[in-house]
Nanobody, 113 residues
Framework: QVQLVESGGGLVQPGGSLRLSCAAS??????MGWYREAPGKQRELVAT???????KYSDAAKGRFTVSRDNAKNTVYLQMNNLTPDDTAVYYC?????????WGQGTQVTVSS
């Protein structure tokens, strides 16, 4: 069983920045990542990062978001810059362990003036 605990969401104005954090209960998770779910939409990939440093971004995230991890702290981060109202969603941390998918509880990000 893997527990993922997100933090760092909140209300931010358009053009602003936020950094999300996700702490895992175990170490050496091969892939950790972020997904988001906006009202009325399906959950979608934002970014993932493997233990070996391979990053994957959605088209919406490229150029604005950066995923990183601190393996010593079993934590993955999502730095989000130049946020727009379209980024408003619940952001979920995710990992996959031998085919078992785990999700965090989600953290709300609201971009509004």
């Amino acid at each position: 069983q893997v527990q993922l605990v997100e933090s760092g969401g909140g209300l931010v104005q358009p053009g602003g920045s936020l950094r999300l954090s996700c702490a895992a209960s175990i170490d050496s998770l091969y892939v950790m990542g972020w997904y988001r779910e906006a009202p009325g939409k399906q959950r979608e990939l934002v970014a993932t990062l493997t233990l070996t440093g391979i990053r994957k971004y959605s088209d919406a995230a490229k150029g604005r978001f950066t995923v990183s991890r601190d393996n010593a702290k079993n934590t993955v981060y999502l730095q989000m810059n130049n946020l727009t109202p379209d980024d408003t969603a619940v952001y979920y941390c995710n990992t996959d362990v031998y085919g078992l998918v785990y999700w965090g509880q989600g953290t709300q990000v609201t971009v509004s003036s």
